[in-house]
């Protein structure tokens, strides 16, 4: 018998992670990259979007961005340490989708055709567990 081998996923991952004040904003932060940890960071294999939400939600990155070395997982991990928490005392989910909706998914410039796209929400219960 031959050995299975599978064929690398490419996926579009895209994160809506709650910022609001309630937030353990360290720990959630650890718990996103401990997430990522789990997925083939590669050109050919899974991309990483993010949107955080409070009181109004903000696309942190795209799928594809040229600030940043392309597509390793140690890109991901210093862009998502590096953002700030939004703060606010909301946490207007519906504003996040549809931001990920537009900015990510729905965007031809920043996804791929031929990507599984997949969308993680992750808000304060999630860390407090």
């Known amino acids: 018998l031959l050995p299975f081998t ?7 991952l895209g ?8 937030v353990n904003w ?3 932060q650890r718990f996103v ?8 960071i590669a050109e050919n294999r899974a991309h990483v979007g993010f949107v955080s939400f409070s009181d109004r939600a903000v696309l942190s990155f795209s799928f594809i961005d040229p600030q940043r070395d392309p597509y390793t997982r140690d890109s991901i991990t210093q ?8 703060g606010g005392s909301q946490r207007r989910v519906d504003l996040a989708l549809n931001t990920a909706y537009s900015d ?5 410039d920043v996804t791929r055709r ?8 992750f808000c304060k219960h999630i860390v407090d567990m």
């Open 33 to 40: 990259i401990s997430i990522i940890e789990s997925f083939d």
């Open 79 to 86: 862009q998502i340490r590096g953002i700030t928490q939004l």
């Open 6 to 12: 599978a064929r690398p996923l490419k996926l579009d």
């Open 26 to 28: 360290p720990k959630m």
């Open 114 to 121: 031929n990507a599984r796209k997949v969308l993680l929400k």
């Open 104 to 108: 990510l998914f729905s965007n031809p």
């Open 15 to 22: 994160f809506v992670v709650d910022s609001s004040d309630s």
